[in-house]
């Protein structure tokens, strides 16, 4: 862990020299987009002279959009009235257009660079034209224009020279999807931030402004797509009444390049079950759902054909089918590609796509919950149709604060897989704890799988260049809400933030990420962002030390899912309690996935069969994930697995405290009521990791018999 309490007495003298006083009220609604006016004067200088007017060419509801977001974002940083002209003039100049609809573009001959840029890229560029010396935005859509608006006012946010100026940026992946886990009745799955945003009771006479502001937010990262409900899916979704509800959202969201996708679910085509609990019923007449049932694959066509008159640029599915009482086609003796197979032929012939979700857990599959998804869908790679994606989380289980990367990726060449991950911090403190969570989305999309050889990483097969895939997607579980700060948390903002920037380019650094969403939304100074980014930066492995240290996983309150319960014993499914995955008796801790146990570690690929395998060169993070360990096991510290563990919470809790002191000192520094709310909510993830760590080692020390050493208590662990 880098960040220690010398660091933070250094940044906090750096502060108290440099620093200035913030005054405002800032209650988190305009997230990363607050647009504060600059107060480096050498750059304020250096932007008011290139930017002395602006000139954007064209005409759409897009074009319309940039316009206000250019004037707003560049009046507000510069503290200048800018006027928007549709034709040069003579000053220093902004031009914002495509080749199509501007001449000034079209006359600059870049269509050499252009090409590279598909349909979503843009060009940034400081350039001459009529010998002006200017800043040109070009793209081949006007959703590239948008995208690249909002990059230069990211770059004047972060103080980057615009002087040399030249940008080319595309995204690496196709379908960049938020998913909502939002019911109909308002509530929302895993949701710490509020009510949903989506006031069906509303619409479609009434359109909430945040639907707009929600739409601009994700166009700011270059979210394109957002599956509206979820997973575990109503089937009125699919009703005439609710899609002349989505149609108005999807005509909101369009001009901001984001498709609407929705949630199905399988047994839709069945009459409404007499059961109202029951996830099984349909909205239909027919007495079956299977898939190969032609009335059934007619009333889908006949669906899909109804949606797509009301959204002509519907994007498609997600289903969650066969899994947690989801129905599928595994309840007519069909497989999961029957059933996306299905339908995908709907879908076809309108572009749309299906999102097959990998989540699935029988445990008649496997004994071992990490196994299963593995066993069903490898066997079926190559039997999908093109317009398909099979989506896996991250890791093998649900969500954990740290889990090994997911046996599937690589797994499964010929068919394309769609990352999700999940934004909302379901297993990681909900909305009560700061936990950054690009340090984790990162270790795993750069984990190398070796599946055809070395340099094999996650975002390879992601972005389809390990496997060639036709298309690529990645999804995220959103952690939006009607809370008016979105996210609950404000550092929630951050995950939403970094999970839109690395669905763009999955090679940008957690640090980056941080960094600019540090300065865009809470402070520019240097000293308060290297504060604020240490903290941040390590905060996710604070909370696995808490939590869930070495390999542990899901061990935490049954359902609910915030506190600690290791001792979870009774449950209809084994695979809900908590003893099931640690495993704890007098001889130690830990599930055994290697080959004398489930021997889920040969579902990797060499060398990491044999490096999970062997206890002694699993790496300690998964330890107890893969082995079940010796509490006198001796750790890389020399300390015994028992001494370690007690550290690790220790370490853990300690990092939130740190967290808490050095927020403390920022206080000159941060607007008064974003102080006050990350403050008292520090507050809370301090009492709750303490408690964390007391509950669990008082719980394991059962069984391992030995003291919890005293030294630890009021020391700083580095
Ligand atoms: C939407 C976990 C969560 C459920 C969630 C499920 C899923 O089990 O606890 O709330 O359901 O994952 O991803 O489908």
Not at 113 to 138: A, C, D, N, Y
Not at 139 to 158: P, V
Not at 325 to 344: I, T, V, W
Request: overall charge neutral; some cysteine.
């Amino acid at each position: 862990m880098k960040y220690s309490l010398q660091n933070m007495f250094f940044s906090l003298c750096c502060i108290i020299v440099s620093a200035c006083p913030m005054v405002s009220a800032d209650d988190g609604y305009d997230l990363w987009m607050s647009y504060r006016k600059l107060d480096d004067a050498t750059r304020l200088k250096e932007y008011r002279q290139a930017l002395s007017s602006v000139v954007i060419q064209g005409d759409s509801e897009t074009l319309r959009i940039i316009r206000e977001e250019v004037k707003k974002g560049l009046e507000g940083l510069l503290g200048v009235d800018l006027p928007i002209h549709s034709t040069l003039v003579t000053s220093k100049a902004l031009v914002i257009g495509t080749p199509k609809q501007s001449q000034l573009i079209q006359e600059l001959n870049l269509s050499k660079e252009l090409v590279t840029l598909g349909h979503e890229g843009f060009l940034i560029r400081s350039i001459k034209i009529k010998g002006i010396p200017s800043i040109v935005i070009t793209a081949n859509d006007d959703i590239g224009l948008l995208y690249g608006s909002f990059h230069l006012l990211r770059i004047m946010q972060n103080g980057q020279s615009l002087a040399d100026a030249d940008i080319c940026s595309s995204p690496k992946i196709q379908y960049r999807l938020l998913n909502h886990w939002d019911n109909m009745d308002g509530s929302i799955e895993r949701g710490y931030a509020g009510k949903s945003l989506w006031k069906w009771n509303e619409l479609p006479e009434t359109i909430d402004m945040r639907y707009q502001d929600y739409a601009r937010a994700n166009a700011s990262l270059g979210i394109n797509g957002t599956v509206v409900n979820s997973v575990n899916a109503n089937p009125i979704i699919l009703t005439a009444e609710y899609i002349a509800k989505l149609k108005v959202l999807a005509n909101l969201f369009r001009p901001y390049g984001i498709k609407l996708f929705l949630s199905i679910r399988f047994s839709s085509p069945l009459r409404p079950s007499s059961n109202r609990n029951s996830r099984r019923g349909g909205i239909g007449i027919l007495e079956t759902a299977d898939p190969l049932d032609l009335d059934v694959r007619r009333w889908w066509k006949d669906k899909v054909k109804e949606i797509y008159q009301s959204i002509p640029d519907f994007g498609g599915f997600l289903v969650k089918a066969n899994s947690e009482g989801m129905p599928g086609p595994q309840d007519y003796k069909r497989s999961h590609a029957d059933g996306a197979n299905m339908l995908a032929e709907a879908l076809a012939p309108y572009g749309g796509v299906v999102m097959w979700r990998a989540f699935v857990y029988d445990a008649k599959v496997d004994a071992d919950r990490a196994k299963r998804a593995y066993k069903e869908f490898v066997p079926l790679d190559g039997q999908f149709r093109a317009n398909v994606f099979v989506q896996p989380k991250n890791g093998p289980i649900d969500f954990q604060p740290r889990e090994p990367v997911h046996p599937l990726f690589g797994a499964m060449p010929k068919t394309p897989l769609m990352l999700e991950l999940q934004i909302t911090q379901e297993y990681l403190g909900h909305s009560k704890h700061l936990v950054f969570l690009a340090p984790m989305w990162k270790e795993c999309l750069d984990f190398d799988t070796y599946a055809k050889g070395q340099d094999s990483y996650v975002c390879r097969v992601v972005d389809g260049s390990l496997h060639d895939y036709s298309m690529t997607g990645i999804a995220g579980v959103a952690n939006t809400g009607s809370d008016r700060n979105w996210c609950g948390h404000l550092f929630g903002q951050a995950n939403w933030y970094a999970f839109g920037r690395l669905a763009w380019d999955h090679k940008l650094s957690s640090e980056e990420i941080a960094e600019e969403w540090i300065r865009m939304t809470l402070s520019r100074n240097n000293d308060v962002v290297r504060t604020i980014k240490s903290m941040m930066m390590g905060s996710w492995e604070a909370c696995i030390n808490y939590m869930t240290p070495l390999g542990l996983h899901h061990i935490m309150q049954a359902g609910f899912h915030y506190g600690p319960q290791p001792g979870y014993a009774r449950s209809s499914r084994l695979d809900w309690t908590s003893v099931y995955y640690h495993r704890t008796d007098s001889l130690g801790l830990g599930f055994d996935r290697s080959s004398s146990g489930s021997n889920a570690t040969s579902q990797y690929f060499p060398p990491w069969r044999k490096r999970f395998d062997n206890i002694g060169t699993c790496p300690e993070k998964y330890l107890l994930w893969f082995h079940h360990v010796s509490w006198d096991q001796k750790m890389e510290s020399g300390r015994a697995l028992w001494e370690e563990l007690c550290l690790r919470y220790y370490k853990g809790v300690n990092y939130v405290k740190e967290m808490r002191r050095t927020w403390a000192s920022l206080e000159k520094y941060i607007d008064e009521e974003i102080y006050v709310h990350v403050q008292e909510k520090l507050a809370t993830h301090e009492k709750d990791a303490m408690i964390w760590r007391d509950t669990c080692l008082s719980y394991f020390q059962k069984f391992s018999d030995r003291p919890i050493p005293v030294f630890f208590d009021n020391s700083i662990i580095e």
